[in-house]
């Protein structure tokens, strides 16, 4: 028996938006209702290359396959791959070496998912915070569920923002750097923020979704946003443990028992509130298992 | 870039007993001394199929290479393999397809070294508890670094102890069933038992390792061994959670401090001691990830 390896174009071809869409969806869902393993994520760090990786696991009860992705970091440039295991026999089934694509694309699509089931209809205006690959993706994917009219992207870096700017003008996006003083209803953080980002970039915000703390000593949110807010989680002990959630607990800003799934939400729909809704999320391993296996079965039409 | 898969039949060849014995020494000793990074290892469960996963990670300090691996045990039938990752930058280097070769042999490998290195010179009798392949391994690998001239089966079945007597006989190793009247000044157990074994198997017990204890829940060896004995564990944490060493400090037997490191004894030899000495194994990333790098080292001739 032969292992077999699929490269990221092949990876590419295989997982259209509607098919990670949707295992996303149904995996966030799954997981607020108990049906998942997740065990607690592992990393490790590389300081002297500016790195670290990430090692996540999971199954969605039921699903053929169960999956363990590394996604690493070194030096701004991300990388990984996903092992795909039969979940009857524990058999390796296929490793996607995606170079990190999923898990950009599941996060991409976690966040649209969530930012349009929590925003109120007809919010077409989006600010951005972070530069990155992520910040393109996730008005890209968001755009994919909701039409998007005016796009504000804000960064530490003016250069990278303008950057940024451009590649979304360039797929008919009318985006446009953001000093803070215009702000939108629809607030995404993307950054590696390890201390709170300037509380008037969410003046204007409605919604917030924050993709960007995926490990202890990250901090995205300010704490004050949480007062009175509606928060919705990925995964509640996570969040708990390195969300932003957990940041405005530890500062007493919220009770540990305040926040709702994130799956709860896209299953149900927002809760009528009339306030700041706020998304934190994490990343859950269940997901990414859900969409190696989708993946999986797309290559090798099983 | 293709990402190179390395299936069993090569791994077999690449891996000699010579290159695993010195890696996991290495790691082991590299461990004791705090020259690793080794997160917990996760376990992902599956009740319904008999199976379990457990993923592993780590990395030894200056090590071109980081490892993730996954192991897993469905139905008794042991499978897995191994992502072997460039530790300078986030690439993956290569897939080990070993189908739980590697595992099972640093786990040999591990305990012979430290059987070996804790029994009294010249000691040559062995019993050991469990009949599976990692019993048959102990058993091969410490003869690899000592002569054995009796060796006794203990087993829940007596079956398959025969079948393992005969399996070792067919090596040249003179191996009868035992059923706990005998003993030796050595034991070594293999079970995947959650109760501990007789207390009479180790009544003429000098040295007794333990490998069994892989994930909460699991017990070997009985609390009262380790009173008053010279205690070495593979990781001071990991065996507290989860090793026999925890077991017996949670039974109020021995205090949490009183275990030496598994590689300060294989660096240092062991220390001056009269009484029965107990090696407790529950496996560490770090080693993994060392058998790994040698192992893909050797297949790529890097």
């Not at 028996?1 to 990221?8: H, K, N, Q």
Request: net charge negative; with cysteine; glycine share 10%.
């Amino acid at each position: 028996m032969t292992l077999p390896v699929f490269g990221a174009a092949e990876i590419t071809e295989a997982a259209s938006p509607e098919l990670i869409f949707r295992a996303v969806r149904e995996a966030l869902i799954a997981h607020a209702e108990g049906r998942t393993s997740v065990p607690p994520p592992m990393v490790l760090e590389f300081p002297a290359q500016q790195g670290d990786c990430h090692v996540k696991a999971g199954h969605v009860d039921g699903s053929p396959h169960f999956a363990v992705k590394i996604a690493s970091t070194f030096a701004s440039v991300n990388n990984g791959l996903m092992l795909v295991v039969d979940a009857t026999t524990g058999v390796p089934a296929g490793v996607l070496a995606d170079e990190g694509l999923l898990t950009a694309w599941r996060t991409a699509a976690a966040g649209a998912l969530i930012t349009h089931a929590m925003s109120p209809t007809g919010i077409d205006e989006v600010a951005v915070l972070g530069t990155g690959e992520q910040a393109r993706l996730q008005v890209e994917w968001l755009r994919k569920l909701r039409p998007l009219n005016r796009v504000r992207v804000w960064g530490r870096r003016p250069e990278a923002a303008d950057n940024l700017c451009r590649a979304l003008q360039a797929r008919g996006i009318d985006a446009r750097p953001d000093a803070l003083d215009a702000g939108a209803p629809i607030v995404i953080t993307t950054t590696a923020a390890r201390s709170p980002l300037p509380v008037e970039a969410f003046r204007t915000a409605l919604q917030v979704t924050g993709v960007g703390t995926d490990m202890p000593g990250k901090h995205e949110l300010p704490e004050q946003l949480f007062a009175g807010a509606l928060v919705a989680t990925d995964d509640h002990a996570q969040c708990l443990d390195h969300g932003d959630f957990g940041n405005a607990v530890r500062a007493g800003v919220v009770a540990a028992d305040t926040d709702i799934a994130v799956g709860t939400v896209l299953r149900d729909g927002r809760p009528a509130y009339d306030g700041l809704s706020i998304a934190d999320l994490t990343g859950i391993g269940a997901v990414d298992a859900a969409v190696g296996s989708a993946v999986l079965r797309a290559l090798t039409k099983s």
